[in-house]
């Protein structure tokens, strides 16, 4: 498949190149970028697009989803999960272990990506659990998870208690060159939480997951990269202490990257009053001066990588009393856009932002995605930053649709996904 990309506005934080590109793919690879392409012979079969108006970016990346499969198929499968990516211009998406049976193994880490390449949609890259079962008393085979395919490390959903074993795995991992993924939480603090505790859990009657829980962890485990020299990456921030921690062990110069999530920067506990058990998610909405903390952490770069942390569940999960609810909402459709609000409100730059899901996690995860230099695999997002969506949650193509955003009206969408060179999601 040969394509023209013209009259776009061409923005690759990579090369730091922002500006009218033209852009030439064959053969699954970016073989020309320049003004006014074609110079010279043009070449045939060549299917010229014209996007003038349109962004055009390097394909996002999702370093945090859950493709459920195997084990949960009836909340998501890799084939409708991929096809959720590429709706939400994803190429490219890191699925985490909690699956059934974990990710402990080659034999599942080989599954994961003989399904992904049988769909042939978005590129899927596993991430394996840090300990057997993710259940915290024994280290998983790091290496031959590696040779099987896994990217990365993590118990996501558990935080590894034993302090000498998060050790080990930080020591292991980093002799691998595998980013460790680490879910911060004091179970003994947040134990039978369901929400962050604060004015509302207390005015609701609902059981508070203090802020506290999550901050000591994130202490602990940039005590432990500190003193190992490991890298760790921290998952899902949600609190204004974990900002200030990375933020202070950052200029310590503790090799530390950090993530959050569109919720944690959109969404307060609020959206927990009228009970709605899409808003449940795990680490719960915080207080508003933690979502403000988060935006500002964004902003100074002591937040990384913006992930959705793409959670589907069946109606059956969300359909129950708060207590007994899931935790977790359908991310991959309405990340851009909710992120493309920090743009519109001037917490970040367009460039900055397509760098926190383009760039950085590639470089995080060490894949050789998040550039549009010539040579590189054409995983291509184009972006129409002027279409005006209302979000609908029944058009998902996500099996979940547990989403607290259905009904809001949204600015900027993707029009066109190309994965490899191949067309895997039009509307234009």
Known sequence: MTLLLKGGRLIDPSRKTD????????????????????????PSGVEVLDLSGKWIVPGLIDMHTHLREPGFEYKETIASGSEAAVTGGFCSVACMPNTNPVNDSRSVTEFIRRKAKECGLANVYPIAAITVKSEGSFLSEFWDLKDAGAVGLSDDGKSVMNASLMRRALEYASSLDMPVIVHCEDKNLSSGGVMHEGSVSTELGLTGIPA???????SRDLLLAEFTGAAVHIAHVSTAGAVRLIREAKARGVRVTAETAPHYFSLTDEAIRDFDTNAKVYPPLRGAEDRTAVREGLSDGTLDVIASDHAPHARTDKEVEFDYAASGLTGLETSLALSLRLVADGVLTLPDLIKKMTVNP????????????VGADADITVIDPEKVWTVDRTLFCSRGKNSPFHGWTLTGKTVLTIVGGIIRYRDL
């Not at 020309?32 to 074609?38: H, I, Q």
């Not at 506290?212 to 994130?218: G, L, N, Q, S, Y």
């Open 362 to 373: 590639a470089q995080i995860l060490h894949i050789s995605k998040g550039t549009l230099a």
């Open 19 to 42: 500006g009218d590109v033209d852009l030439l793919i064959e053969d699954g690879k970016i073989t020309r970028t320049g003004k006014d392409l074609p110079r010279g012979k043009k």
């Open 212 to 218: 506290i829980a999550e901050d000591v962890m994130v």
